[in-house]
């Protein structure tokens, strides 16, 4: 479930969504020029926000497929792990003051989603890190596999929302959405290092020989 399936309060929702857009056009502005970054992006279904999140990895993986969709990946369990933690504290603290009925269950539930999905992502990123041109093909069905499920997971926390009401509820579940986006151009990254194919594994392989 998208953000805008979500009952929120038009002026808060509004608020909070112009924020999330502004950051990310004004990091945007300040990538023009960066063509790694820009590149790797062309695929992804949030473009700005990944232009803005990938953006300081752009030296180090400049055209490297496999470079990217690690730094994907490894973003995304990062934002993951701050809304785990909110989710977790809202659960345990908050949840009877900002949530109620189903809401109010749809808060525990999100907390195993996201558990569930930050697992699938750890899994994905080990695997990324050790690719090999023999395996390559199954262990790429198995990170797609696997980015897939995270953000199946991340949908399922968002679609157990009844509405939102409440300004720290909504401002989680704008977060939520958020991780749910950098999922998918992760996995997009991910398509695009299994389209490439294992030959740029020795094409780096031959590159860091040359260095030496």
């Avoid at 502005?29 to 790797?40: L, R, S, V, W």
């Avoid at 090999?132 to 198995?142: A, K, L, N, R, T």
């Avoid at 980015?147 to 009401?165: H, P």
């Avoid at 958020?178 to 151009?185: A, C, L």
Wanted: aromatic content about 6%; proline content about 2%.
């Amino acid at each position: 479930m998208m953000l805008a399936r979500l009952k929120i309060p038009f002026s808060l929702s509004k608020q909070l969504a112009c924020v999330l857009m502004l950051s990310c056009c004004l990091a945007s502005q300040e990538g023009i020029g960066n063509n790694y970054t820009e590149d790797a992006c062309s695929v992804a279904p949030y473009r700005d926000l990944c232009i803005h999140s990938l953006a300081s990895f752009s030296n180090k993986a400049k055209q490297d497929p496999g470079k990217w969709a690690r730094a994907g990946v490894s973003v995304t369990i990062g934002e993951a792990k701050k809304v785990a933690g909110s989710l977790a504290k809202l659960k345990r603290n908050g949840s009877g003051r900002v949530a109620r009925g189903r809401n109010r269950m749809a808060v525990s539930d999100c907390v195993e989603c996201f558990q569930d999905a930050l697992d699938n992502l750890h899994e994905s990123l080990d695997v990324l890190r050790n690719l090999s041109i023999v395996q390559f093909g199954s262990q790429m069905e198995d990170v797609t596999t696997w980015v897939s499920a995270a953000l199946t997971d991340e949908d399922t926390c968002l679609d157990g929302f009844d509405q939102a009401k409440g300004k720290h509820l909504v401002s989680v579940l704008l977060c939520v959405s958020k991780v749910s986006y950098m999922t998918s151009n992760a996995l997009a990254l991910v398509n695009k290092l299994a389209t490439t194919g294992p030959g740029y594994l020795t094409d780096d392989l031959n590159h860091r020989r040359r260095r030496r």
